[in-house]
């Protein structure tokens, strides 16, 4: 990976005027508190915005009780925030207005642009140049706006607060759709989440998801993000607002839904069309260590346990169950996420034996309902968890017992006890007891009904951890290499060639006149080689045993040369004979496949697959932005499904994992350096021989943009 | 598959006495409510048990104000059942007593069996034999017991109780862990869950998770079945209760935890090996249409939409939409779980969006928040999404809006409306209005706040469907040829042989002499062939010229037998030749291998997978009871993730699917035919030519029981 440049925070801060306003207007502003140009002003003045609040409406004296001015003009000063309620047809008129009164941030509600057709696209670009022009940021248009709960801002006309006001709470939403923006916070409240702070994007005609991500990763209002993506259109605002999201240890988490689109467009490439656009995405949060949701109720799961801000570099878990089914099925929930559950020391599960005969005290550490016979028992178990057990993250599930009449006062107290000597730790409790659940968030815990989610939560937390960890890591920069593109297609052997010299090491071979010159390739080559007939005449060279496998040592070689001139002459007197074609014996390959190929958001993408007709149809492949170094691509290399086969399965020899990190990076920093002639690379087979022995292109294809074939 | 004859259900109907009795005894009855021996008696009378109940304790007049009785031999008559709650060491005394009494249902709550220690198993085997000698139905020893609500018995010593009683409803809950049945018990009860009968099996001396099962598909209390297994102990009653349900149409969901322990104990064969045991249990529910859980908030989604008893065998899935970021979202998790989600009739989307112009009603149907500004408009798109789309499940997403006050009122009435007018569809709300969740329920709904989790649920119900469906048709029994399996582990052309005259074709290939041997052996091969030197002292044929592939009629058969014989003359004057082998030539096959292991619990099961090094690392197999017909082994083959590399990606040919499904059935059937001598079979490669030209093993290995190779 290259070493990035430290992402300009400061670049971020100028959505402050948007998202945190002293002065605002509402050009359109309704005197009815449930119109579009009436809510936003009926919410502030309900929850006592502390700022400025000017409504322009040129038809009233007062709007909503409040002095309102006739026009942008009349307005005492450029407000912080001008809020855009008027119809589309009258925006863009509005916008100037507001730039010419010195205002630097709009947000624009009013729909009928690019969203709906050819016209509305065409006003929509109109927009976003008078915006530009006076160095305004637009937010929208047809957007639901932004609150910020925390200075009673509230630049939206979401219908959502009829359920009730944001609670306090440090968890940001960042969303393209307005509609599902207010469906999270919705869901949060329900949940009794605080999410105080929501930007919706909307058109993004200037600023885009990317902008609103950095806003929050740099603002102090946040801690969490929850984001939402139908597509990402930007790419250099998002990737430093990730890049600044994980330097600040904030995590993302992201829904971005259309998985199933593929990127048929950029598919220019064969490696592209494998691809599809959502796999690019995917590498690019992988990258920066943002988790995706696949639904709703998990996003909210990550970012309830997310607010605690517990971020185990090498998380590990330890089980605390009153039921052994449930703890089977807690092992196999963190088998599924790759949560590791080491097991107690030994001398502890003596211990705990010694407590209750018939507990199982390995991990998940099974105490048995027998502990509600002798409550005191619950501390002790769950204190051994935790200092014996040393583990980052603590799952304990109680089923029904912590509702208990009986049990649940003397469970909740002890537990507590525990998870307050040991606050560096992710407790989290699985209980059924819904009225209990709020006092023992009040106590510090999360808690989920089900195990199964809170495992995969934790797992979460584990993600950002090590993500957080490698942000701090510096790595060498990747050096680029001086390309110069043909003119022209190449043909396989210059595109081998061309990348041969990048670093991307083609299968050997050399036409030989003579025998001495057949020895010095096979020399240079390495043994064995393979030698065949080379002749224009000959198409089967096999029949007439034309080639020779195996062939061990210069002797061979001359030996060789001789027995296939001589069966040459037998079989096909009269054909042209140009000698014998020297080639290094590559035996016991495993066939990869590398390539690249150009998003048109996020700019060169690397892959490397398993070879030959599995790529397609098990879509076992690995994507990255270029370039990187070769420890990411050994790191690509080895999330393959397929790995093992690199690794020795079955008792092969392992394969040269070096050579081939170190051609797939090579292959990354050629596709960085060309430049954007460079339409895609497609390398496969690679054939990748055992360790020590290097890797090798025996196909390749070049495909440069506008290029004739 | 084979025809199964009708389970009896009378058989399952034998638990009568275990779970709707109308006397109950309980040996070792305790005064105080909250012991174990207590608290059943305690359950019975606070909720008013109709039948006899008959505390036994030698030390008391009365318990809990019911007069006691001295000991079983005082009873004043046999009860339907008797619970033991004494001490394991007087459970098999106590169990004698109750089978000479002539009591012939049990339930034993003691612990100190098979679950602690060896002296326990045994003690447990002579529980079961006490039990077999008398007749006696025995569930436990170690279980939580029975209730059955509707009728008011309660034969468990649950605590979970202290959260409330059950309420009404159809599903049951069928457990091997008494924590985890009442903990699901539990969970449903905070979920407004009607759950009322519930059986856990404990240790299943003799009543195993079949029984319970079975009971259930058979009993009118129940609509809905979930399960929780540790581990299948029983097949024979468990496929028979799979059989029945499906057959009474009563959806079973299940939750078997364990998911990555391997069978290690039965991997005798390399197919047993890929196996794992969890494999095997996935292979038979699938075979019955028993959809997994793998939490166990999926197993209560599933059991709460399927009480509704709508299962569409072909299920597709209309959406109705608010917002059009969730009808993405809901796509893709329904393309996620295979839900079909086809389009809306031309017509129907011109006329909706003459209602809302800006609506997008192609499905899902997202009719924008315009809807909220016009009322009628919710009932019009209802209605078109139900009538024109015609779809078996509709999903209408509402998010907050449905707890608006304005909106939530008449969008209640008006989807209520369009819901009762076709009664006929399943109808699912997603929405997040958690105080207005049970008046959409008492109208009918189901309702979800997590659309994607409402689309699992949805999902889940079409595979219901069609299982059930599947259920009533006839198939012809698989015909069993007769085996003789040899003395001793056959060698592979033996094996090939043996399998070859059970209908899996093996290479075929001959010894040839003569020339016109040759020419005979390839007419009856087919063309082309491949003909190689045959002698006992040219170990490389290829590098003297001794193989020819593509031998494409007689006379070149002819020319290439003489071809050969000089050819080793002229290289290898003294050696001696014994003729020619000819060879079917097979090129462009798919590689596959098909394989056999004996399962101790489900017996013999056969697997298909892709060949070669692919099947352990990827794991892509399917599994299924021996024996089956040629359509059930064409749809495991299609199950494949591999199947693709069949079907002609990438434009190659299609594959031989039909003989490669006749050879896996007919493997099935060799293996069910075998008798337990048989331990396995794994053939590998299995080569798959174009369609119409066959399949045919290249090796192949048969593992005998105690055979020696």
Redesign the interface.
């Known amino acids: 990976m290259t070493a990035v440049a430290a992402p300009a925070s400061a670049g971020f801060a100028s959505l402050d005027a948007l998202v945190r306003p002293r002065s605002v207007a509402v050009i359109g502003a309704s005197d009815e508190p449930a119109r579009i140009g009436g809510r936003p002003i009926a919410y502030m003045k309900e929850r006592g915005f502390a700022g400025e609040l000017w409504p322009v409406n040129p038809k009233r004296q007062t709007v909503q009780g409040l002095p309102a001015f006739a026009s942008v003009e009349a307005l005492p000063a450029a407000p912080d925030v001008a809020i855009i309620a008027v119809p589309a047809e009258h925006a863009i008129a509005t916008l100037d207005s507001l730039g010419r009164k010195g205002c630097r941030a709009v947000i624009v509600f009013s729909a009928g642009f690019a969203?709906?057709d050819e016209a509305g696209a065409a006003a929509q670009e109109r927009l976003t140049a008078v915006a530009r022009s006076h160095g305004i940021r637009l937010l929208g248009p047809n957007c639901l706006g932004v609150f910020n709960d925390s200075i009673r801002f509230y630049g939206t006309f979401t219908?959502?607060f009829?359920?009730g006001w944001p609670i306090p709470g440090r968890i940001g939403v960042v969303?393209?759709?307005g509609?599902?923006g207010?469906?999270v916070f919705?869901?949060a409240l329900?949940r009794g989440l605080g999410m105080q702070v929501c930007i919706t994007t909307g058109n993004e005609a200037e600023v885009a998801l990317g902008d609103a991500l950095g806003w929050m990763a740099q603002a102090p209002e946040v801690d969490v993000i929850c984001a939402?993506a139908?597509g990402i259109r930007e790419s250099e605002r998002f990737i430093a607002a990730l890049e600044l999201a994980r330097r600040n240890r904030k995590p993302i988490v992201m829904?971005k839904?259309?998985?199933?689109q593929l990127g048929g467009a950029a598919a220019k490439s064969h490696t592209a069309s494998i691809a599809g656009d959502d796999t690019v995405t995917q590498a690019v949060l992988d990258e920066f260590g943002v988790v995706r949701a696949?639904?709703?109720?998990e996003m909210l799961d990550i970012a309830y346990v997310a607010a605690k801000r517990i971020y185990p570099a090498r998380n590990t878990l330890g089980v605390l169950t009153?039921?052994?089914?449930?703890g089977?099925?807690i092992?196999?929930?963190a088998?599924?996420v790759g949560l590791e559950m080491p097991p107690m020391p030994e001398a502890a599960q003596e211990r705990l034996r010694g407590l209750v005969p018939?507990c199982a005290p390995r991990n998940p550490v099974d105490c048995t309902?027998q502990v509600?016979n002798n409550l005191p028992l619950i501390g002790q178990f769950a204190e051994s968890v935790a200092t014996d057990g040393g583990y980052t993250s603590i799952l304990s599930f109680w089923?029904?017992?912590a509702?208990?009449?009986?049990v649940g006062p003397s469970l909740r107290q002890q537990m507590q006890a525990v998870r307050a000597a040991h606050p560096d730790r992710l407790w989290v409790m699985s209980m059924?007891a819904?009225d209990k659940v709020r006092d023992y968030e009040a106590d510090g815990w999360v808690c989920f009904?089900?195990?199964?989610?809170a495992v995969n939560a934790i797992a979460a937390m584990g993600h950002y951890g090590a993500a957080f960890a490698a942000a701090g890591e510096t790595r060498p920069a990747v050096p680029l290499p001086q390309v110069t593109l043909p003119e022209t297609t190449p043909s396989e052997a210059a595109a081998k060639a061309l990348l041969a010299t990048a670093g991307v090491p083609a299968v050997p071979e050399a036409a030989c006149p003579e025998a001495e010159a057949a020895v010095a390739a096979a020399e240079r080559f390495g043994y064995p080689v393979v030698l065949k007939i080379l002749s224009p005449d000959i198409l089967h060279k096999?029949?007439?045993?034309g080639v020779?496998?195996d062939v061990g040592d210069a002797g061979a070689v001359r030996q060789g040369f001789a027995t296939l001139l001589e069966?040459a002459r037998q079989h096909a007197p009269t054909a042209r004979i140009e000698g014998v074609l020297v080639a290094k014996q590559i035996k016991g390959a495993v066939e990869m496949a590398l390539g690249m190929f150009r998003d048109p958001v996020f700019g060169p993408v690397a892959m490397v697959g398993l070879g030959g007709?599995?790529i397609?149809?098990?879509k076992?492949v690995s994507f990255r932005r270029c370039p990187f170094d070769t420890a990411e691509a050994e790191r690509m290399i080895r999330s393959l499904?397929?790995f093992?086969?690199l690794d020795g399965?079955?008792g092969?020899p392992k394969a040269d994992l070096p050579a081939l990190a170190k051609a797939l990076s090579a292959l990354s920093a050629f596709a960085a350096a060309a430049g954007p002639r460079l339409a895609g690379i497609d390398v496969n087979p690679m054939l990748v021989l055992p360790a020590g022995e290097g890797c090798y292109a025996a196909d390749a294809v070049i495909e440069l943009e506008g290029g004739s074939h």
């Open positions: 969203e709906m219908a959502s009829e359920k969303s393209q759709s509609a599902y207010t469906h919705s869901a329900d939402y139908e829904m839904v259309g998985r199933s696949r639904t709703t109720e009153v039921s052994g089914g449930a089977v099925l092992s196999d929930a088998e599924q018939f309902a509600t089923s029904q017992t509702a208990g009449r009986s059924l819904p009904e089900d195990p199964s989610r096999s029949e007439i045993g020779l496998l069966r007709i599995f397609e149809v098990l076992d499904k397929g093992p086969l399965a079955r092969r």
